[in-house]
C-alpha cells in the first residue's frame, strides 16, 4: 500500500500545536492526530500504527529531513514530493552566486531524473570538487540530491506510487478553509471537529457517518 503523510500546524487558544494526516492511494483521508511534538519521534509513533495496520510499503513526503530517518527505522520506501523538491532546489541555487552551467546542469538532472541520475551527480559533484573552495556551497547541494536519488525516483520504480505529495496538501488545504474563519479554535475536540468536518464534501463519497467522521 501506497500513502502519503505530512503534517501542518494549528493553533488551540494561541498556542501551536501539531497535526499529522495521512491520505490513502485516491487522495481520501484516512485519518488524523495530534502528534506530540514537531520532531522525528513523535512522527514515527504516530506513523508506526498505519504502517503496520494496512501494511504501508511506501510513504510521500515532502523533503523534510526529518522524514528519511523515520521511515528507514519503519522499514518503508519514502518517494519526496519532486513539487517541493524542485521549488526548494530553485530556492537553494538562487543563494548561490555563479556557476550558472553547472546550476542549469543540476537543475535538468532533477527535472529529466534519468536512469545515470546519480552517475551525472557524482560527475557534476567531482567537477565541482576541482573548484575547490568557491564551489563548496553548491558541491553541498549536489551532494544532497546525490543522497536522496533513490528517494526522489522511486515512483519510477513502482507504477502506484505518485511523484508528488498533491493529494495530502488538498487534504490539508480543505481542513483549512474553517479554519481561516475562526482565527484559531478554543480547544483541541473543536480543533478536530473543525478538521473532519472540511473533509466530508470533498471527501467524493456517496454516504457518511457522522460519528465515524468525528472519530477519524
Known sequence: M???ADETVF???GREVSLGFVVGEEGELIGFALLAGRDGQSFEEWLRGYVQGLGVEVVMTDDLATYRPVLEELGVEQQLCLAHVRK????RLRRIEGYEREKEKLREIVKELAPDGGEQLVDLEWELAREGRPARKLKAVVRDIADRWRQLTCFLR?????STNNACERVIGRSRIRYKTVRGYKSQEGLL???ALPQWPGSGAREHRLEELLAA
Request: aromatic fraction near 0%; charge should be positive.
Open 2 to 4: 501506497v500513502v502519503g
Open 11 to 13: 493553533k488551540v487558544r
Open 88 to 91: 526548494n532546489l530553485a530556492r
Open 158 to 162: 513502482r507504477e502506484d506510487v505518485p
Open 193 to 195: 471537529h473543525g478538521i
